[in-house]
């Protein structure tokens, strides 16, 4: 299966590529993103038959569905990744939290959040394919908190990539800033930017558009690809984990194949509300959508009212920053496969232009079909954590989001939810332990001893161990510096 351009072809680039290709360059023309040209389709046999599969099996099988020009070693190396998660036979355990609402923990792999989900696997089909080539690939990253250690860990010391890595000074929690500053290889690079995680993704947009840094990039015999959810190579992976949870409750006989459920997703760049939809689109039994977001509500703003406006707002800083997002990478891709290319490249280039498009009606109907939306404010969602606490249940302030959209995007309440966790609550510890003392807790690492000691659970040595290792990654600098930061760590 071959993938195609969201915004159309400029007729310089193909019109038409493989998945290596896509994921190797992940921009098309006009400054648009790779989809897939059709989407494969499973029967309830295909999900019969993977029920009691595990998650390995089903992820080959839909790799397989999307034809990747992968080799097929690579993909079981790739895979076997998933055996380093906390259990190797059920990477993504699914949780009941209330009556009619079950948790899918996408948080079990080596930097506790949802990230490793697809980067773990990613980064070595990407290394691999570079390897083939005996190409060089410089991997650019702009982190709102997870990203950035999700690919400085899947990628330290692979052959072939040398990743980048920019985030918001400031604007990520003490676990997540000590997950990448830590890091040390000489493959990888990570900058601190005075700003917001708007201003590091524009950065990098702008930066993979810039013909001075392409040139300087060809001296050096490297090319630009990157790992955010623009890339293909990461939104693949995330259609798979949806179909386990939902054959997860089928196995757990808490749903009857066939049974349509709600999923609820708290998003920012759209990339796991991206997967369910394609899931949903490849025959997944899916009712409906609910997107959840934070105070910085553009998403929720757009599903209920098919006008996405970015005039006269910033972002505002909130308790789950990796939701702290205005413009959503992948809406471009769901518009693209309703609306298709030529109309995704008007609404596109007004967004860019005038920072605003709407939807006709008819193409809203088009969107409401498959989504509703909620925000949840910070308020609420410490109320959402204290609650799901008194049930037992500790999680982090994205996935309190979701209690929100559960509450109030149900039109039939007969209608069982899914919800992602996306994140442990060990990267937002000072949140969650505010939430369920009421305590302010400024610092990560008190906060976590108080939770582990008010709940009764240990903290695991990934993060425990992060306190006593010494800072590798100094820098950090001013937008207009990240260019020649770059360039020096190429050139050393
Ligand atoms: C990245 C992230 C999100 C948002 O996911 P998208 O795919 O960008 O919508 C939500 N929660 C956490 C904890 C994340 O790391």
Not at 306 to 317: A, C, F, N
Not at 322 to 327: F, G, H, N, P, V
Request: proline share 4%; net charge negative.
């Amino acid at each position: 299966m071959n993938f195609i351009e969201t915004r159309g072809n400029d007729g310089q680039k193909p019109t038409s590529i493989t998945f290596s290709q896509a994921i190797l360059s992940p921009m098309s023309s006009f400054g648009g993103v790779y989809s897939p040209e059709s989407l494969p389709s499973f029967d309830e046999a295909f999900f019969q038959a993977h029920v009691n599969s595990g998650y390995k099996t089903l992820a080959k099988d839909v790799l397989a569905a999307f034809e990747v020009d992968i080799d097929e070693s690579v993909i079981d190396e790739a895979l076997s990744l998933y055996d380093a998660f906390d259990d190797s036979t059920n990477p993504v355990p699914v949780v009941k939290v209330y009556d009619d609402l079950y948790v899918s923990e996408l948080y079990h792999g080596p930097t506790r959040a949802f990230k490793d989900m697809a980067l773990q696997p990613f980064g070595k089909v990407l290394s691999s394919v570079a390897q083939a080539r005996n190409e060089k690939y410089l991997i650019l990253a702009a982190t709102s908190g997870d990203t950035g250690p999700a690919a400085l860990e899947t990628f330290k010391n692979r052959d072939n990539v040398q990743v980048v890595c920019l985030y918001p000074d400031g604007g990520t929690s003490d676990v997540q800033r000590l997950q990448m500053v830590t890091e040390d290889a000489n493959n990888l690079k990570v900058i601190g930017i005075h700003g917001d995680f708007d201003d590091a993704q524009s950065a990098l947009k702008s930066l993979l558009t810039s013909e001075t840094f392409a040139e300087a990039l060809k001296e050096n015999d490297v090319s630009l690809s990157a790992a955010n959810s623009v890339n293909f190579g990461r939104i693949i992976f995330q259609t798979i984990y949806h179909i386990y949870s939902y054959l997860e409750l089928v196995r757990q006989s808490s749903i009857e194949m066939g049974e349509k459920v709600y999923l609820n997703v708290p998003s920012g760049n759209f990339g796991n509300a991206l997967g369910g939809y394609y899931a949903l689109k490849m025959g997944l039994p899916v009712k409906q959508i609910h997107i959840a977001s934070n105070n910085n509500n553009v998403l929720t703003e757009f599903i209920t009212t098919g006008k996405y406006d970015l005039r006269d707002v910033s972002v505002i800083p909130t308790t789950s920053p990796a939701m702290d997002i205005l413009k959503s990478s992948n809406i471009e891709r769901v518009l693209f496969d309703l609306l298709g290319a030529e109309r995704t490249k008007v609404l596109m280039s007004q967004l860019d232009d005038n920072k605003f498009y709407e939807l006709t009606a008819a193409e809203l109907k088009k969107v409401q079909a498959i989504f509703a939306a909620d925000f949840c404010n910070d308020e609420e969602g410490l109320a959402y954590i204290k609650q799901a606490f008194e049930v037992g249940y500790l999680m982090c302030p994205h996935t309190a989001t979701c209690f929100k959209a559960y509450d109030t995007c149900r039109e039939d309440t007969s209608i069982k939810t899914i919800a992602y966790s996306t994140a442990e609550w060990t990267k937002f510890s000072p949140v969650i332990a505010q939430a369920i003392t009421g305590e302010k807790v400024s610092n990560d690492q008190a906060a976590l001893e108080m939770i582990a000691d008010r709940a009764k659970v240990t903290i695991p040595t990934q993060i425990s161990a992060l306190f006593s290792k010494p800072i590798a990654q100094k820098t950090v600098v001013d937008k207009q510096d990240i260019e020649k930061e770059i360039l020096a760590f190429l050139n050393a």
